[in-house]
């Protein structure tokens, strides 16, 4: 569903197949590597570009990402009807050889899979993907995304 809110939207396709990453395995005991490979490509049966163009993906790794303010944007479980988005939010780290990055943005359960948005120079692109939320006793949870560069070439 393209443009949801609220039980409206502005356009609807079918899924015709599920790609997931390289080397994905959702019973990996390494919860960090299995995090890493957490994303998947979905073919729809229609173009929904000429209402909800798709937005380039950055392909930019981890590292490059730190220090980098992005905006995320989801459905999360507090809101699950409602496109919430969190502007100013930081890339604080990467973590695992540059494949995940740390980010402070609000995101809680139902926003996986929502991507963490890149405004450089006049344009949007996709610098990342929400795969988890990792608490932490006493402070604020931290968000853990998959950069762009792991998934640019098969969004394309």
């Known amino acids: 569903l393209a443009g949801y809110d609220?039980?409206?939207f502005l356009a609807h396709a079918g899924v015709t197949a599920i790609h997931p990453a390289p080397g994905y395995a959702h019973r990996d005991r390494d919860?960090?590597?299995?995090?890493?490979n957490d994303w998947a490509v979905v073919t729809l049966d229609s173009d929904l570009s000429p209402v909800a163009a798709p937005l380039p993906v950055?392909?930019?790794?981890?590292?490059?990402?730190a220090g980098r303010r992005v905006a995320q944007a989801g459905y999360?479980?507090?809101?699950?009807?409602?496109?919430s988005?969190?502007?100013g939010c930081r890339v604080t780290?990467?973590?695992?050889?540059a494949r995940l990055a740390v980010h402070d943005c609000?995101?809680?359960?139902?926003?996986?899979?929502?991507p963490l948005l890149l405004f450089e120079g006049g344009r949007v692109r996709v610098a990342a993907m929400h795969v988890a939320t990792r608490a932490r006793k006493g402070r604020d949870s931290l968000?853990?995304?998959?950069?762009?560069?792991?998934?640019?070439?098969?969004?394309?």
Not at 31 to 36: D, P, Q, S
Not at 106 to 114: H, I
Request: proline letters at 2%; a positive charge; aromatic letters at 2%.
């Open 93 to 97: 780290a990467a973590v695992r050889d």
């Open 31 to 36: 919860a960090l590597r299995r995090t890493g």
């Open 85 to 87: 988005v969190h502007r």
């Open 76 to 83: 999360s479980k507090d809101k699950a009807h409602v496109l």
């Open 6 to 8: 609220r039980g409206d």
């Open 106 to 114: 609000d995101a809680v359960g139902g926003d996986s899979g929502s």
């Open 58 to 65: 950055a392909a930019l790794d981890a590292a490059s990402l």
């Open 143 to 156: 968000g853990i995304a998959v950069p762009g560069a792991s998934f640019a070439a098969a969004a394309r």
